[in-house]
């Protein structure tokens, strides 16, 4: 009868849009891959290249300038690694797995530069999360930089790993963000100091925006910055053991 009719059609309406939005998906993935590739490739080489005539230079002369050229060096190389990562971080998930939130956590402030900031975790945390381990790193990291990075000169950093209910948070104990500017700071290209490239949040939105999950950002317990990523699977883990 018509009301038959009307359902069929719907879901063929419906198969029909999520067909569309997976072809759509997949396109914007393989524009993402060659965008990565021309980031990873034709934009490194040359740096390196860049980077090999500084060193001989150094060697010819004794000059403050080579020092600059360096640093601007330095500089796009990060600029480079971080409009990489995000693109990535935007790339479709297939698999995920059952993460230790403490032990990745470790595991990722031993990648993280601390400059001249003296710094420490404190994971306080014996929950798994259900992601991809590799984008879940890709976000604490981040999380870890951004907090050392915004830090007032000569403080010491903290930054905190903890649990809630359906999450996870990463807070530090700097100066915090201003209520009015926390909704800018997830933009491209967003950064309130010279040290940030102003990617790092942009790359943890995306990691939370591919696993389905929620990011907030509000004032810590010391009155630092205090990232929530919330709506994620989690489970508690009977024992942890750090080294």
């Known amino acids: 009868d018509g009301k038959e009719i009307t359902h069929v059609m719907a879901v063929a309406q419906n198969i029909t849009e999520n067909i569309e939005n997976r072809n759509k998906l997949q396109r914007q993935n393989k524009r993402l891959d060659e965008f990565a590739s021309v980031v990873s490739h034709d934009l490194r080489n040359p740096l390196s290249v860049a980077e090999g005539y500084v060193e001989l230079l150094r060697e010819e002369c004794d000059s403050k300038r080579v020092n ?6 330095t500089r796009m ?6 409009l990489l990562g995000l693109a990535r971080a935007g790339e479709h998930m297939e698999d995920t797995e059952s993460v230790n939130l403490a032990r990745l956590s470790q595991n990722c402030w031993q990648n993280v530069e601390t400059t001249d900031a003296t710094a420490q975790t404190n994971i306080i945390t014996t929950q798994s999360i259900k992601a991809d381990s590799n984008r879940l790193a890709q976000l604490l990291e981040n ?6 990075d915004h830090a007032d000169d000569g403080q010491d950093v903290i930054i905190t790993i903890g649990e809630l ?4 948070y990463v807070e530090d104990n700097g100066s915090g963000v201003p209520a009015d500017e926390r909704d800018d700071v997830f ?9 940030g490239t102003g990617f790092g949040l942009s790359i943890v939105k ?5 696993h389905g999950w929620e990011i907030s950002l509000t004032e810590g317990s010391e009155g630092g910055a205090r990232f929530e990523v919330s ?9 942890i053991e750090l080294s």
Do not use: C, H, P, W
Not at 187 to 195: D, I, M, N, Q
């Open 165 to 168: 209910e359906d999450g996870f």
């Open 68 to 73: 600059k050229i360096d640093s601007a060096l």
């Open 206 to 210: 995306q990691v939370v925006e591919a």
């Open 143 to 148: 999380l870890m930089r951004n907090g050392i």
């Open 77 to 82: 190389d990060e600029l480079i690694e971080d």
């Open 187 to 195: 933009e491209a290209g967003y950064t309130t100091t010279r040290r």
């Open 231 to 239: 709506d994620a699977e989690v489970s508690q883990i009977e024992s």
